[in-house]
């Protein structure tokens, strides 16, 4: 069965230092995501992305986020000057369009120190 | 706005027994909704959807949830827990804007099963 595969599954970084969080959606998905899971609280949108640029974005998402599809398969989260805030579990998730429900993946767990 | 309320943050059952997860949502105009199951270190994996027609929509795993638009509800239900149920569930709310469909979440249940 296809899956969202993201990489790596823990990475430590030193606050202020860049993080790039991997996602590989499945093939024939057209719209692209990222959530984050701070420890203990809800899942919550960062940015939704369709189309080679990004459709909607949460308050969350300012300056510091930015995503990229830099190939045909590829969809990366970077975080610039990490704070320690950030620390959490990030998850990619896709879908195909219309009313078909979100895939996701298994997260990458961020912790900043 | 949307959101969406779990009111339960744990729930301990025993195995065998029957289980009812709340969910309550706000959202202006017809809501695509949904539960997930993250399983520890796993993953969200969908349970179940419903976005029209019939208000009960069965799921994987023996998951059904019943769409209640008066009572701006989708309670998740299964009626015999098993002991590999034990999880967190996430009712979540879709809306379609400009096709992004983000997903707002509610904060979730830990669901204890008892042997």
């Known amino acids: 069965e296809p899956e969202v595969t993201q990489t790596p599954s823990h990475q430590v970084t030193q606050m202020g230092q860049e993080v790039i969080l991997r996602c590989v959606p499945i093939s024939n998905h057209l719209y692209f995501y990222w959530y984050r899971q701070i420890l203990g609280q809800k899942v919550e949108f960062l940015v939704s992305?369709?189309?080679?640029?990004?459709?909607?974005k949460s308050e969350i998402f300012d300056d510091q986020f930015s995503v990229e599809r830099p190939d045909g398969s590829n969809f990366t989260l970077k975080i610039r000057s990490t704070k320690l805030e950030d620390s959490a579990m990030y998850f990619c998730?896709?879908?195909?369009?219309?009313?078909?429900?979100?895939?996701f993946g298994q997260g990458t767990r961020l912790t900043v120190v | 706005a949307q959101s969406v309320t779990q009111p339960d943050i744990h729930i301990t059952v025993s195995e065998g027994a029957s289980l009812e997860l709340r969910c309550n949502y706000s959202?202006?105009?017809?809501?695509?909704l949904f539960w997930y199951v993250q399983s520890p270190g796993q993953g969200l994996q969908l349970l179940l959807k419903y976005f029209s027609g019939d208000t009960l929509v069965q799921g994987i795993k023996g998951f059904e949830a019943e769409f209640k638009r008066s009572q701006s509800s989708f309670n998740l239900r299964k009626p015999s827990v098993h002991w590999s149920d034990a999880a967190e569930y996430f009712c979540?709310?879709?809306?379609?804007?400009?096709?992004?469909?983000?997903?707002?979440f509610g904060t979730g249940t830990q669901l204890k099963v008892e042997l």
């Open positions: 959202y202006g105009a017809t809501p695509y």
């Open positions: 992305f369709y189309n080679n640029e990004i459709s909607e």
């Open positions: 979540a709310v879709g809306a379609a804007t400009g096709g992004g469909n983000k997903l707002t």
């Open positions: 998730a896709s879908r195909t369009g219309g009313l078909a429900e979100a895939f």
